[in-house]
């Protein structure tokens, strides 16, 4: 399938999510909620399933919806006036996305990619403040969610500037292993599913410079490279680049 982004062509499923099967449940939107009330909210969200490649929306756009991953892999990413891109985020089961144009409206601030099939669930800007209106834990957790992004970004913002290439490397695996990663004999293996492209595009800088690093890394023993997975070996000693 072609990586480059098209308008969706989306199959909407309803009733198939319950509040006991569920990890988009882990989602800020739900934490603090009563089984009951959670239930209701998830009635009154769309479930739609999208292949790689669909955009759900694009940087610029007016944006009057949320949505929250129920499963596979979205990316943020945001284009340069010479058509460079760069991604922000890559959001696994149960992470939000599309709210900053609700508490500050106005255009999309990324655009937002489907990296590996997904399913997400959707709910309306406007019926979120009806529904937040009485419940300010559930405000709560979201400015909590927001700040922890803020954090993030202040991060990555620094690594770009005080962090060489390798050790941005280190910390995209690191951190992608947290949200993808599965315990295997020799590690931890990542199915992050991006094209060297796309992690090049993640860490910021080239893709010569990411394959140089990644081959390093490989040499060393610390990972092994599966196609658009990785096996980290030694996770102590990318730590310890990656500071
Ligand atoms: P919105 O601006 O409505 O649409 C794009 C979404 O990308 C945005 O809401 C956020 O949910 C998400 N987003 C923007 N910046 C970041 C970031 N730095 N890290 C993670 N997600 C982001």
């Known amino acids: 399938m072609s990586d480059a982004p098209r308008r969706l062509d989306v199959a909407v499923r309803r009733g198939e999510i319950t509040v006991e099967n569920d990890v988009a449940l882990s989602a800020p939107l739900f934490a603090g909620l009563e089984p009951e009330a959670a239930e209701t909210l998830i009635a009154s969200m769309k479930v739609i399933d ?117 050790g941005r490397v280190a910390k995209a695996l690191l951190d992608l292993s947290t949200r993808f990663g599965v315990e295997v004999d020799e590690g931890i293996r990542v199915a992050h599913d991006l094209t060297q492209e796309e992690l090049a595009q993640l860490v910021g800088a080239s893709r010569e410079t990411v394959n140089k690093a990644l081959a390093d890394f490989a040499a060393r023993g610390w990972v092994r490279r599966e196609g658009r997975a990785v096996v980290l070996l030694d996770v102590d000693r990318l730590e310890r680049r990656a500071r």
Do not use: C
Not at 64 to 92: C, F, H, P, Q, T
Not at 97 to 102: K, Q
């Open 50 to 166: 999208l292949g790689r490649g669909d955009v759900l929306f694009h940087e610029g756009e007016p944006g009057d919806r949320l949505y929250v991953v129920r499963d596979g892999k979205i990316k943020l990413g945001r284009r340069s006036n010479d058509g460079r891109e760069n991604l922000l985020a890559v959001l696994g089961p149960g992470e939000m996305f599309g709210e900053l144009s609700l508490f500050d409206p106005g255009p999309r601030t990324a655009t937002a990619t489907v990296v590996a099939d997904a399913v997400v669930l959707e709910l309306g800007h406007q019926e979120l403040i009806t529904w937040l209106a009485d419940k300010p834990g559930v405000a709560q957790h979201l400015l909590q969610s927001l700040a922890r992004r803020l954090r993030r970004t202040n991060e990555a913002l620094a690594d770009l500037v005080f962090s060489d290439v390798p």
